[in-house]
């Protein structure tokens, strides 16, 4: 009985394993892709702060609604 519970526990594991590298693999070919597009967006975006500082020297602050597209959690995952 033993045996085949050492046995049965086996084959989950491994399957837990494929199921989650899988899954790795789609994240990361996924921020691949996001990161070319997060790169223009970014650098759209440090201009527009760096042009509204050079247009008010005198702010303290800057807010900005930045239109990001895509999964957050992928998107903020290191």
Same mark, same amino acid.
């Given at each position: 009985?033993?045996?085949?519970?050492?046995?049965?526990? #086996?084959?989950?594991? #491994?399957?837990? #394993?494929?199921?989650?590298?899988?899954?790795?693999?789609?994240?990361?070919?996924?921020?691949?892709?996001?990161?070319?597009?997060?790169?223009?967006?970014?650098?759209?975006?440090?201009?527009?702060?760096? %042009?509204?500082?050079? #247009?008010?020297?005198?702010?303290?602050?800057?807010?900005?609604?930045?239109?990001?597209?895509?999964? %957050?959690?992928?998107?903020?995952?290191?």
């Amino acid at each position: 009985m033993r045996d085949r519970l050492t046995a049965l526990r #086996k084959v989950l594991d #491994k399957e837990t #394993k494929e199921k989650e590298a899988a899954a790795n693999k789609t994240v990361r070919d996924v921020r691949v892709l996001l990161l070319m597009y997060a790169n223009r967006f970014c650098i759209q975006a440090v201009e527009a702060v760096v %042009a509204f500082f050079h #247009k008010n020297p005198q702010a303290e602050a800057y807010f900005a609604i930045i239109d990001v597209e895509g999964n %957050a959690k992928v998107i903020g995952t290191p």
